[in-house]
């Protein structure tokens, strides 16, 4: 029983932890520190705080060259994104974890970035329950469900703004600003027609996704599923995987035939959900992690139970010849009949006294 006070309490005080190390942080970054940040992006440096200074952003200036041109070249000469990326590796320009390859979501989180422009945003996600897709690492492990949790971004107002050196201006942002916004308006994918499998195909081979691409005959369009591991430009070496593309719509009409089927019988469909269901409850911390709380909930809530008992029956330590806790004499309190205070005072400093070699004794309480 005290052991599992114990963990109450420990539980407790790490949520306490938890909590105030949030709103320390969050204090730190309104008054412009830092150190709530975590690494600092291409084109700067993090100096850590010392005796003599807080700690601080200092812009590298190679790699600001690099950010003025990057944004230059995407907004005045309307270059793409993917024209940044081969310009970048063309030139033999190392990334911020020195990889020769530059990928093209890196440059779209930079052209994004409002650090740039002297803004570092602290706060800008936050994390959800909800589990995201797995990726390619997760299917090679044979796992089914992710270990992290999704990411959403949170509304601009509750940003918390930090001034860090500006390495472009403010127009130039802006600018850069518009055209993602302009290309994710009018992204092509936009007005594309759904099918079915896009963004559910993967491969068995390499585990990378299978994206939905298209060839036009004179005819008409054909879609295909493609393999992300089949594209040499997207490996330093070539391809990973031989897998061919194949036709969306005869795997569409394979996967539908073979679905249709399957639910056509309800116990198969019943057995399935039961699967699932099991599946989950093994893999999913989160459902874990709830099991255990509600346990460490109900002994809580019995303790807390017991002590009131304890104190409602005025068994407090300080009026008893020997000081313990109620809670490790959860029999002694629960069956000792309702009393008043004159019955008591005969019984129970008796009771009490035989818990004098009880480990509560060194137990501040
Ligand atoms: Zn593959």
């Known amino acids: 029983m005290l052991l599992q006070f114990q963990g109450m309490m420990a539980e407790y005080e790490r949520a306490l932890i938890i909590e105030r190390s949030r709103r320390g942080k969050a204090f730190r970054a309104r008054s412009g520190m830092v150190n709530v940040l975590g690494g600092a992006p291409y084109g700067f440096r993090h100096i850590r705080r010392s005796d003599v200074c807080e700690a601080r952003y200092e812009i590298v200036e190679d790699e600001a060259q690099v950010v003025r041109e990057m944004f230059r070249r995407y907004s005045d000469e309307q270059?793409?994104?993917?024209?940044?990326?081969?310009w970048l590796t063309g030139e033999g320009i190392p990334t911020r974890t020195g990889k020769d390859r530059?990928?093209?979501?890196?440059?779209?989180?930079?052209?994004?970035?409002?650090?740039?422009?002297?803004r570092a945003e602290f706060l800008k996600t936050g994390t959800t329950d909800r589990r995201p897709a797995i990726n390619r690492q997760a299917r090679l492990q044979g796992r089914s469900v992710s270990r992290h949790h999704a990411k959403f971004d949170r509304p601009?107002?509750?940003?918390?703004?930090?001034a860090v050196p500006a390495i472009i201006n403010e127009a130039t942002f802006e600018q850069a600003e518009r055209r993602l916004v302009d290309n994710r308006r009018f992204a092509a994918r936009n007005t594309k027609e759904p099918s079915l499998l896009m963004g559910l195909a993967a491969c068995s081979c390499c585990g990378y996704a299978y994206y939905r691409t298209s060839t036009r005959t004179a005819k008409r369009k054909i879609y295909y599923y493609r393999c992300l591991g089949s594209d040499d430009y997207r490996y330093p070496q070539g391809r990973v995987c031989d897998n061919k593309p194949v036709r969306a719509d005869y795997l569409d009409d394979v996967v539908w035939t073979h679905i249709t089927a399957l639910l056509a019988d309800p116990a198969l469909v019943?057995?399935?959900?039961d699967r699932r269901l099991t599946d989950m409850r093994a893999t999913?911390?989160?459902?874990?992690e709830?099991?255990?709380?509600?346990?460490?909930?109900?002994?809580?809530a019995k303790a807390i139970e017991r002590l009131v008992q304890a104190y409602q029956e005025d068994l407090s330590p300080s009026t008893s010849s020997a000081p313990a806790c109620p809670i490790c004499a959860p029999n002694r309190t629960a069956s000792r009949p309702p009393s008043t205070r004159s019955k008591k005072?005969?019984?129970?400093?008796?009771?009490?006294?035989?818990a004098t070699a009880?480990?509560?004794?060194?137990?501040?309480?």
């Open 79 to 86: 270059a793409s994104i993917g024209e940044l990326a081969r």
């Open 345 to 354: 005072s005969s019984s129970a400093p008796n009771a009490w006294s035989s």
């Open 290 to 300: 709830r099991a255990r709380l509600e346990r460490d909930l109900t002994r809580a």
């Open 284 to 288: 999913n911390p989160a459902t874990s």
């Open 358 to 365: 009880s480990p509560c004794e060194t137990t501040p309480f």
């Open 270 to 273: 019943q057995n399935e959900l």
């Open 156 to 162: 601009k107002d509750e940003w918390i703004t930090i």
């Open 102 to 118: 530059w990928d093209r979501a890196v440059i779209r989180a930079m052209l994004r970035n409002p650090a740039y422009v002297g």
